[in-house]
């Protein structure tokens, strides 16, 4: 089917966000003009509406609608604010065709009937069995909260200290740190113009200090502090970004002795499915599956997500992920050519469960959480019950940065070592190389050359701009969350921050402290 933008959490769709870097949503160039003799009934629609999915015989919030004559004289959703994990906010949504109680919006994809007591909308989605719902709000405090979202547009931007709060961060300003306010400016004013389309927040931390947070709708207009206030404690999806928690909880399984080697034979973790094994398989090290170069037969990113023949959508339909990997036949030799396969960060994610005994969401909890202070997270399974360890985490853009900082501090946070720090000096060199970067354990490595010299990086990176990029040279890390499916989201973050975060570090700024880095 043709994507199109869903408010809604669903399995099926939401296991294809994880790792597409494909276009998922395509909006319908739709525009219908409302009924002149219907005039009289648009009271029955203006107002504040609660949007559920329908689910057997529960509902779930997937988001807020504002409905509303726009300057034309039509019906319109004026503000949709996601309650979902992608934390989009859209304005001036298509016109919506009224007429007899009945209304059709996305050029007819969605149709429905308003009930006779005008507080209730069942509406259907050309695409998907669910039903939806939507409840007319009468809650004054919701009602507020839409409004100041929606009068947030255009606002001045306004470069501030983040705010302090107990979640663990000194809060500092950019130049405290070594970095040029103008150009992160000019950064923020480029955000707020569209041009890096529809960023949902960007954090800086340097020099261990929290010195940037902000956060965007509706491709950059929305932005005021309010907005900051709402969405700094709001789940982000992490997409791929997941993998290298996941590498990080591999880690603190090695050092406990839970997982003997990365050199052990993966199959030996898998033993009733011993029937698929061959003598090349047999070779598969759990390294191999940490650096993505197995061997296995995958196809995950020469055709669309959406692709019946994709086999990240192959493997989310299946009735068991382990099995549909491991049936694959090998198309050459493990550790012998990278080969992008989130299969296989599945796979760490069961031999973690199987090595200590509990789900990889209860072990990150215990082991790595909870040192971080961080309490409000979400992990998807599988019907299953599998824990989606290629894709399924989301986090605030704050506790991302935490995770970032771990790393950057060789495995310690607050003073206590939580990662060894070899774990993380191996994770984040180049084990297996690819066309222009290279690849460590679930982590990605890339080189920017700012005032003559070299700023290498490594970073975790997730389906529509997700990512955590680190540069141990500068004692720094970004952040950003977004929600850009189209084929080039990749390419324009890196522009954002070679162009103007890499360029706002004052030169020899941070030579003294690198050097204490390293040598810590």
Known sequence: MEPKKLNCVITSIAFLMIFSIDTLYAKPAFHCQVNTNEKDSYRDLIGYWQEYIVTGGTKEKTSIRKIAINSEGNLTQSITYEMATQCRIWLNDDD?????????????????????DKNTVVLRYKQMPNRFL??????????????????????????????KTDDGWDCVSLEDVG????????????????????????????????????YFGAEGIIWSPFVNQVFRDRL???????????????GIALEKGMIPSIHDQAFELFPEYTSLLDDEKKNILIEHLLTMSAGLEWNELDVPYSNP??????MGRSPDWIRYC???????????????????????????????????????????????????YKWSRSHGGLVQTGGGLALR?????????????NGQWQGQQIVSKEWVSMSTQIQIKKIVSGYGYQWWMRSFK??????????????????????????????????????GWPVRFYNLVYKYILQAVKPDSNKETESIRRNT
């Not at 009468?138 to 200290?161: F, M, N, P, W």
């Not at 796979?347 to 789900?359: A, H, N, Y």
């Open 179 to 214: 970095i040029e306010k103008g150009t992160i400016i000019a950064g923020v004013q480029q955000i707020k113009a569209g041009k890096y389309k529809d960023i949902h927040s960007l954090v800086i931390v340097r020099n261990g200090k929290l010195a940037l947070e902000e």
């Open 450 to 487: 700012v005032h003559g010299e070299n700023i290498d990086s490594y970073y975790a990176i997730g389906n529509g701009g997700q990512f955590i990029m680190v540069f141990p040279s500068l004692d720094m890390l970004v952040v950003a969350t977004a929600q850009n499916y189209d084929y």
């Open 236 to 250: 982000q999806m992490l997409a791929s970004v997941t993998k290298s928690v996941n590498s990080a909880l591999i």
């Open 326 to 376: 491991l049936e694959k036949p090998m198309a050459s030799k493990p550790g012998e050519k990278f080969n992008y396969h989130s299969g296989l960060s599945v796979m760490l994610g069961e031999i973690l469960k199987r090595s200590s005994g509990i789900q990889a969401d209860q072990f990150a909890e215990k082991n790595l959480f909870s040192h971080l202070g961080i309490s409000e």
């Open 134 to 163: 939507l409840e007319r709000i009468r809650d004054e405090k919701t009602i507020e909260l839409i409004d100041r979202i929606e009068a947030s547009q255009g606002r001045e931007y306004v470069c501030h200290v983040p705010e």
């Open 309 to 314: 023949q994709n086999d990240v959508n192959r």
């Open 397 to 409: 853009a704050r506790d991302m940065a935490k995770f970032g900082q771990l790393y950057l501090n």
């Open 96 to 116: 919506i065709f009224f007429e007899d109680g009945r209304l059709e919006f996305w050029g007819g994809e969605f149709s429905g009937k308003i009930r006779d």
